[in-house]
């Protein structure tokens, strides 16, 4: 696609429900990085892929938390039984693997999460 | 591990004049670009200007520029003639240029700076 894609924009969840944020990025970049940005804070990493290979997840806060990206492209950030804590705005980013490329990271709209 | 401090939460300027943004960062590593990043309310991240380390001149894009000092880990951003549109977050972010499977490693990036452009 033209950019990177996330879905949903916004979503509302129940302290304790399971959430799933959707990425999808620009087509043929390889790696695809996951974010999350408390309010009036910078994003914070939480995890990478290489293709389906997921290379880092050190930055996940808790076990709750669970991303996959099966066949190399569409990512999925799973967060199970949230809580109040986990309400941030998740930032999607993509990039390409060309060695001239400067790993410039291109960035989708968010997802924003509000657990109540 | 690498960390990237902005430490101007809040700025301001008035339309037509010139900003300076800071932004220092640690690493270990000789190799590495450095990114600013423009975040409107909006959201989406905006790529401003980028830098490679390994060049000494210091990156342009119209009217925005760098002051990049490799040995004090120091990377400003000017923003010359603001407008009005340049009101957002930025911030400044450093990557690593090793490669890991041949792809590109996570940015590390600053809490940013608010910038606020005044009429």
């Known amino acids: 696609g033209a950019g990177v894609s996330q879905s949903p924009r916004y979503k509302v969840a129940k302290r304790g429900q399971d959430v799933a944020l959707r990425c999808d990025p620009i087509?043929?970049?390889?790696?695809l990085f996951w974010y999350q940005q408390a309010l009036g804070q910078g994003p914070e990493f939480l995890t990478y892929?290489?293709?389906?290979?997921?290379?880092?997840k050190s930055g996940l806060p808790s076990d709750r938390f669970f991303a996959e990206r099966p066949e190399g492209s569409v990512s999925t950030l799973k967060i199970q039984r949230t809580q109040q804590e986990d309400s941030a705005v998740y930032l999607c980013?993509?990039?390409?693997?060309?060695?001239?490329?400067?790993?410039?990271?291109?960035f989708g709209e968010g997802s924003r999460l509000t657990v109540l | 591990a690498q960390t990237v401090t902005q430490s101007q939460p809040e700025m301001s300027v008035q339309e037509a004049e010139t900003v300076t943004l800071s932004c220092t960062y640690d690493?270990?590593?000789?190799?590495?670009?450095l990114f600013w990043y423009k975040q409107p309310p909006s959201r989406q991240m905006i790529l401003v200007i980028r830098?490679?380390?390994?060049?000494?001149q210091n990156a342009t894009e119209n009217r925005f520029s760098v002051n990049f000092q490799k040995a004090a880990k120091s990377f400003s951003l000017k923003i010359s003639d603001s407008q009005l549109g340049d009101a957002a977050m930025y911030f400044c972010?450093?990557?690593?240029?090793?490669?890991?499977?041949?792809?590109?490693?996570?940015?590390?990036f600053g809490k940013g700076t608010r910038l606020s452009v005044i009429a």
């Open positions: 980013a993509s990039s390409s693997r060309h060695k001239s490329n400067t790993g410039e990271l291109f």
């Open positions: 690493t270990s590593e000789s190799d590495y670009y």
């Open positions: 892929f290489q293709n389906e290979a997921q290379l880092d």
């Open positions: 972010a450093y990557r690593s240029a090793r490669e890991e499977n041949s792809g590109n490693t996570p940015l590390v």
């Open positions: 830098q490679e380390a390994y060049k000494q």
């Open positions: 087509s043929g970049h390889v790696s």
